[in-house]
Nanobody, 127 residues
């Protein structure tokens, strides 16, 4: 089992940047694939990005490709999501999550696995 805590959200103007952190406890992030999901008001939660401790694979949603970068720091047991060129449509609560078992980042499907979840961090992008 792994505990996940997100931080780094906030309010930023369009075109700005934020870096989200997902700090893990109880287990090593190298033993999991760490996903970022987001949920805007009235919308379904959607997959944003993933990094896998199994094979180092990463994956991005088309909507964030070339703007967001996921990375991990094993020494800090933390996964980061660097978000650049932010748009108002990126406004959402961002959650990190880890499937119960170690997987490769083959997709960003919310319903593919059972996940451990963090509590979320709010990102708001003003126009």
């Amino acid at each position: 089992e792994v505990g996940l805590v997100e931080s780094g959200g906030g309010l930023v103007q369009a075109g700005g940047s934020l870096r989200l952190s997902c700090a893990a406890s109880g287990s090593s992030i190298d033993d999991y694939a760490i996903y970022w999901f987001r949920q805007a008001p009235g919308e379904e939660r959607e997959g944003v990005s993933c990094i896998s401790g199994l094979d180092g694979s990463t994956r991005y949603a088309d909507s964030v490709k070339d703007r967001f970068t996921i990375s991990s720091d094993s020494a800090k047991n933390t996964v980061y999501l660097q978000m650049n060129s932010l748009k108002p449509e990126d406004t959402a609560v961002y959650y990190c999550a880890a499937p119960f078992r170690l997987v490769s980042c083959s997709n960003l499907d919310l319903y593919e696995y059972n996940y451990y979840w963090g509590q979320g961090t709010q990102v708001a992008v003003s126009s």
